[in-house]
T-cell receptor, first 116, second 116 residues
């Protein structure tokens, strides 16, 4: 069955420190991979996505993620965290081409707190 | 602003009642996806409509139903409400039948349902 695991429920980092949020997926083929961010009281905003090509993808707000097929991982990174990055982050997989299902499958999210 | 509009933003109702949540997708998007976000279950896919037709069902209870109208807006109907139905309900839209490749899903800000 398709699934996404985000092993860290809550992470706290100091402002200016680096950040890595983990995501592992289980899927029958090479999936489309996404990271979304949800600020309090807001909807989900797409940070970045991977569907082919270079395994290191750049997103908005200075985030990047690396797809590692051998590890079934798609970890999100940021070299220097800002207080405004405090939010909940969701990793998601999308359907492979030719599949009948069209929706995203989400992990349970990682809540990021930023210490001043 | 994602361009996806959900109404109402907040809804408080009593157990046993029925409510309707409304979603207007981005202009030109034919797909509408409904998700339920709760603390214990995370983001659960409920149902997907494409151009008026149901495409896929996820973990949607029989007490819940949805439809997509000719103008492409969608409604999610929740009946015989229980305390456990309290959650944030998101709608997302995309132009194609599936999310992936260069197609992403755009999320509304959600409807927070509280059942008392």
């Amino acid at each position: 069955a398709q699934s996404v695991t985000q092993p860290d429920i809550h992470i706290t980092v100091s402002e200016g420190a680096s950040l890595e949020l983990r995501c592992n997926y289980s899927y029958g083929a090479t999936p489309y991979l996404f990271w979304y961010v949800q600020s309090p009281g807001q909807g989900l905003q797409l940070l970045l996505k991977y569907f082919s090509g270079d395994t290191l993808v750049q997103g908005i707000k200075g985030f990047e993620a690396e797809f590692k097929r051998s590890q079934s991982s798609f970890n999100l990174r940021k070299p220097s965290v800002h207080w405004s990055d405090a939010a909940e982050y969701f990793c998601a997989v999308g359907p492979y081409y030719g599949g009948s299902q069209g929706n995203l499958i989400f992990g349970k999210g990682t809540k990021l707190s930023v210490k001043p | 602003d994602s361009g996806v509009t959900q109404t109402p933003k907040h809804l408080i109702t009593a157990t046993g009642q029925r409510v309707t949540l409304r979603c207007s997708p981005r202009s030109g998007d034919l797909s509408v996806y409904w998700y339920q976000q709760s603390l214990d279950q995370g983001l659960q896919f409920l149902i997907h409509y494409y151009n008026g037709e149901e495409r896929a069902k996820g973990n949607i209870l029989e007490r819940f139903s949805a439809q997509q109208f000719p103008d492409l807006h969608s409604e999610l109907n929740l009946s015989s409400l229980e305390l456990g139905d309290s959650a944030l309900y998101f709608c997302a839209s995309s132009p194609t039948p599936r999310v992936g490749g260069d197609t992403e899903a755009f999320f509304g800000q959600g409807t927070r349902l509280t059942v008392v």
